[in-house]
T-cell receptor, first 114, second 119 residues
Framework: AQSVTQLDSQVPVFEEAPVELRCNYS??????LFWYVQYPNQGLQLLLK??????LVKGINGFEAEFNKSQTSFHLRKPSVHISDTAEYFC????????????FGQGTELSVKP | KAGVTQTPRYLIKTRGQQVTLSCSPI?????VSWYQQTPGQGLQFLFE???????NKGNFPGRFSGRQFSNSRSEMNVSTLELGDSALYLC??????????????????FGNGTRLTVT
């Protein structure tokens, strides 16, 4: 069965420090990978996606992620965070011809402190 | 371009009642998916509609149902509400043309959700 594991439920970090949010997935078939962000009382906003091609993917707000097939990982990184990055981050996978069905990780709460 | 619109934003219902939630997708988007978000279970897929047909379904009881209209707007219905149905219900739309690259090369765009409280 396919699953997504976000290894940290909470990540506190100081402003302007780098951050990495970890995501591992389990699947016997090829996957498409996504990172979404959710601010309080809002829906999910797409940060970036990996469908094929270059394993380093750049997204919005200065975030990037690297797909590692051998490690079945898709970790999210930002070299310098801002207070406004405080939010919950979700890693998700989907599969061929099931674009509307995403399997989400449990989320990582990023808390940026001044 | 307007985003995905969900109505109402907040809803309070009593156990045993039924509820209908509405979702208007981004103009031109033909696929609508529904998700339930709770603190305990996280984000779980309910179902997806494309061209008025349910294309995919998650593991939820039959009390949860949906439909899609010819203009791609979608509704989700929950009958005989239980306390555990209290959640944020999110709707997402995508281009998702039939077959080909665009069916999975089209990311989901989410609405702000309907927060349902069952008392």
């Amino acid at each position: 069965a396919q699953s997504v594991t976000q290894l940290d439920s909470q990540v506190p970090v100081f402003e302007e420090a780098p951050v990495e949010l970890r995501c591992n997935y389990s699947s016997s078939v090829s996957v498409y990978l996504f990172w979404y962000v959710q601010y309080p009382n809002q829906g999910l906003q797409l940060l970036l996606k990996y469908l094929s091609g270059s394993t380093l993917v750049k997204g919005i707000n200065g975030f990037e992620a690297e797909f590692n097939k051998s490690q079945t990982s898709f970790h999210l990184r930002k070299p310098s965070v801002h207070i406004s990055d405080t939010a919950e981050y979700f890693c998700a996978v989907s599969f061929y011809n099931q674009g509307g069905k995403l399997i989400f990780g449990q989320g990582t709460e990023l808390s940026v402190k001044p | 371009k307007a985003g995905v619109t969900q109505t109402p934003r907040y809803l309070i219902k009593t156990r045993g009642q039924q509820v209908t939630l509405s979702c208007s997708p981004i103009s031109g988007h033909r696929s609508v998916s529904w998700y339930q978000q709770t603190p305990g279970q996280g984000l779980q897929f309910l179902f997806e509609y494309f061209s008025e047909t349910q294309r995919n379904k998650g593991n939820f009881p039959g009390r949860f149902s949906g439909r899609q209209f010819s203009n791609s707007r979608s509704e989700m219905n929950v009958s005989t509400l239980e306390l555990g149905d209290s959640a944020l219900y999110l709707c997402a739309s995508s281009l998702a043309a039939t077959g080909g690259m665009s069916s999975y090369n089209s990311p989901l765009h989410f609405g702000n959700g309907t927060r349902l409280t069952v008392t």
